[in-house]
């Protein structure tokens, strides 16, 4: 059964991120949608947009799948293909949960740490 919640209050991401088989969030423009990685934590494939911010993130067939923007057809051709393939969409999720792990809070300041060094000449 597919069901189409729209916007969530925080709580609630969680539930329905251990709930779901696949994550979908065809949005157009998406600067890098944070619920992307969150999905992806619960090792859950995600289908999102090409070119989008997310797209940095998401190796296409490898640690989630990306459609091309405002196609309907390729999205539900997406939902169909993991549906149909369990396995790879568990062995998607997966990858998926080891891409979500390298962004925690801590790593993103160390990373951001780094780059003020470099940019500062400091060690």
């Not at 619960?42 to 459609?67: H, M």
Request: proline share 6%; with cysteine; net charge negative.
């Amino acid at each position: 059964m597919a069901v189409f919640d729209g916007w969530l209050a925080p709580e609630k991401v969680a539930c329905h991120c251990r709930a779901c088989d696949i994550f979908v969030l065809p949005s157009s423009p998406e600067g890098f949608g944070i619920v992307y990685l969150e999905a992806m934590a619960y090792g859950k494939p995600v289908i999102a947009c090409q070119g989008e911010g997310i797209s940095e993130i998401i190796e296409d067939g490898q640690t989630g799948l990306l459609v091309p923007p405002h196609d309907s057809a390729a999205v539900a051709a997406a939902i169909r293909a993991l549906l149909a393939d369990p396995e790879r969409a568990a062995r998607i999720g997966e990858a998926a949960r080891e891409v979500a792990s390298q962004y925690t809070w801590r790593r993103n300041a160390e990373r951001l740490l780094g780059i003020y060094r470099e940019l500062t000449g400091q060690c």
